[in-house]
């Protein structure tokens, strides 16, 4: 059963900087413009047009004349669109368009769209580049899009396009150094293409579909999260690649991964509600759970140079993690017939119970020695932060207390981003964070007063 988040009230907290709103639909990725006041965002706006013949004739008119598609006099402008218009009717479809934007601070202070581009197939993910501004964006119809963003962010060029996979890009990473791009699709397929040619370089199946990516430059070591809760570790070469190893900890599927490339470790976010940290470098193959969310986990940012991880989930919770300390792994739980501390049989063993007379119990487990317990001698609750339990759990008796008041010391913060959230990009120069939520909304975030 669930424990109940019970945050702790702060006197610190993230600053809403900005609210970015204007889309009709959720935004599906956006990143922070560096060294700029903008965001770059892809997302599925829809426009419903069923409106009244006369409603829909002046929004037409008003449309052409400002594209300015009839280049007659005013008069004769008028007219000719009036023709035009007259002959088509109004449409009877709710009308999908894919847009690109690129939003840019004005003298306002209000963030408005300098690009507005429309897309042939839904936007699904993108990968931004800030040295050469590159942007690649990911279609629901496996075609990934390249693009060059002038310097002043009013102009995006197109470079190519390529088929990369057959179905709808899930995630998409550009690697400069090698000038490769990285993407995973709903056709389960990992592939990876040279950036300059758009020649596919080569591809590996993944054992279902994909929902994190995340590359080590120093050794092409490439990582993939997927639905079945299942992580693979690729090792690339220019044509070819080597499965180096898969390891599973979830309950749920995989919805997010983050690599620390300095202490080698990967964090990898999941639809159980849960974080886990997996030490690569160490080769030990030590495994460290953070208990924070109430609902699934949708995204992670890692601030390397404070080293504290940002968690952020479907509950609208921003949890920020203090990875600086010597954490614990959690315990397996152990299997036993009866309990562990009074030897009270389980429900389940019935030759003890008849030889002892006693109805059986139902079986608990200890958080933090992962004894099988029953209820009378678990009946107490602490948190244990260094394992990655935040909140109170379930511990027995001489658990609680043994677990001092240092060790109940809290390694993380909890906030409230008022918005369930589906993405986040960190600018770690700047300390700011971007949420994109279910509400339509996006959200600039200064992280500085938690994140230091």
């Not at 009230?9 to 560096?34: C, D, F, Y």
């Not at 792994?329 to 007379?357: A, G, H, I, R, V």
């Not at 001489?398 to 959230?421: G, Q, V």
Request: glycine fraction near 6%.
């Amino acid at each position: 059963m669930a424990a109940e988040i019970q945050p702790k009230a702060l006197t610190r907290k993230p600053i809403l900087l900005q609210r970015v709103e204007g889309s009709q639909e959720v935004v599906n990725m956006a990143v922070i413009v560096p060294k700029e006041e903008g965001v770059i965002s892809v997302s599925e706006d829809s426009k419903n047009l069923e409106k009244s013949p006369s409603q829909w004739i002046k929004q037409r008119r008003s449309q052409i004349l400002h594209q300015k598609f009839v280049k007659f006099e005013e008069k004769e402008n008028t007219k000719n669109v009036q023709q035009t218009l007259s002959t088509k009717g109004p449409p009877e479809k709710r009308v999908r368009l894919q847009t690109v934007r690129v939003w840019l601070k004005r003298d306002s202070g209000q963030y408005w769209p300098s690009i507005y581009h429309a897309m042939p197939s839904p936007c699904s993910c993108m990968s931004f580049n800030p040295e050469t501004r590159r942007l690649s964006i990911g279609l629901d119809n496996g075609t990934i899009s390249e693009f060059i963003l002038s310097e002043d962010y009013n102009k995006m060029t197109p470079v190519k396009s390529y088929q990369a996979h057959q179905s709808r890009v899930t995630m998409i990473l550009f690697v400069l150094e090698l000038e490769w791009v990285l993407s995973t699709g709903q056709d389960k397929q990992f592939a990876w293409h040279c950036s300059e040619s758009g020649q596919r370089l080569g591809g590996y199946r993944t054992s279902a579909v994909a929902s994190g990516l995340q590359f080590d430059i120093e050794t092409r070591h490439v990582f993939i999260g997927d639905h079945s809760g299942q992580v693979t570790i690729l090792k690339l070469e220019q044509e070819s690649c080597t499965l180096v190893t898969t390891f599973r900890g979830h309950t749920g599927g995989v919805t997010a991964l983050c690599w620390d490339p300095v202490q080698r470790v990967l964090f990898s976010g999941s639809s159980d509600h849960s974080v886990i940290m997996w030490d690569i470098g160490g080769r030990k193959g030590t495994a460290i759970e953070l208990q924070g969310h109430n609902d699934k986990v949708q995204a992670l940012s890692y601030a390397q140079h404070t080293r504290q991880l940002i968690s952020c989930g479907g509950d609208g919770g921003i949890v920020v993690w203090n990875m600086d300390v010597e954490r614990q792994e959690t315990p397996e739980w152990l299997d036993s017939d009866s309990c562990q501390k009074c030897d009270q049989p389980f429900f389940w063993n019935f030759k003890q119970m008849w030889d002892s007379k006693k109805i059986g119990l139902r079986q608990h487990h200890c958080r933090k020695c992962g004894k099988a317990v029953c209820g009378k001698c678990s009946s107490k609750r602490s948190s244990i932060p260094l394992m990655g339990f935040e909140f109170e759990v379930r511990v027995c008796d001489s658990c609680h207390e043994a677990i001092t008041d240092e060790e109940r010391a809290p390694t993380a913060t909890f906030h409230d981003s008022k918005h369930n959230i589906v993405h986040v990009h960190f600018d770690a120069t700047r300390g700011w964070l971007l949420t994109s939520g279910t509400d339509k909304v996006i959200k600039l975030w200064d992280m500085t007063p938690v994140v230091s």
